[in-house]
């Protein structure tokens, strides 16, 4: 198996999401990789970059795995939620909240601020709808309906896999267990 390994440590952002894809379509053009690891640690951040990001990983027919090898927050967790097989290091954390949009534009009017509000409510009711999907086996329920409304809410590695976020656990020391896997690094 040809197996490639994606080292995802940065902030969720448009260029650190487009160096992922931009990776992975060259792994699987140019190297024939046909197995996907992706590990990934992040603080979160641009909400579209997040979404975008998840759909391009579940558009691919090839087996990818992800494994939190040490904290994943906010729009994080969707991506982390993409594959299909998630696995957290047995000290990881995961973090969900509501979302937040700053406004380095200056001034609004009222319509522009509906228009936030709205994207906001959009984005809110999407993560909840893909976090549902993607937990729908779990043991217990998280009702992230709550998380992204105000009541933010960080969980450990076992509590993870009873809410369905992971699915097992592993020590770090076993985080890579493919000595002839080929690595890439996001550095955005």
């Known amino acids: 198996m040809n197996t490639h390994v994606f080292h995802f440590d940065v902030d969720v952002t448009a260029k650190s999401t487009s160096t ?9 053009s140019q190297n024939n990789a046909d ?10 951040g641009n ?22 090898t040490g904290c994943i927050e906010s729009i994080a967790n969707i991506i982390y939620l993409a594959a299909d097989k998630r696995v957290a ?3 990881a954390r995961f973090l969900l909240h509501e979302f937040h949009w700053g406004f380095p534009a200056g ?11 709205e994207s906001l409510d959009f984005d809110a009711a999407r993560f909840a709808k893909i976090f549902d999907e993607r937990t729908a086996s779990a043991k217990t329920k998280i009702d992230i309906r709550k998380c ?8 450990d ?19 890579i267990s493919v000595e002839k896997a080929v690595h890439w690094w996001v550095n955005a």
């Open 89 to 91: 290091v047995d000290n």
């Open 107 to 117: 001034n609004v009017n009222h319509s522009r601020l509906r228009e936030h509000l």
């Open 35 to 44: 197995d996907i690891v992706l590990l990934i640690s992040s603080s979160g």
């Open 47 to 68: 909400l579209d970059s997040g979404f975008s990001t998840y759909n391009f990983l579940r558009s691919l027919k090839k087996p990818i795995t992800a494994i939190n």
């Open 20 to 28: 992922l894809r931009d990776q992975i379509m060259s792994a699987i």
């Open 148 to 155: 992204l409304h105000g009541d933010p809410l960080i969980i």
């Open 157 to 175: 590695s076992t509590t993870a896999v009873g809410a369905g976020i992971a699915q097992s656990i592993c020590k770090p020391v076993d985080i």
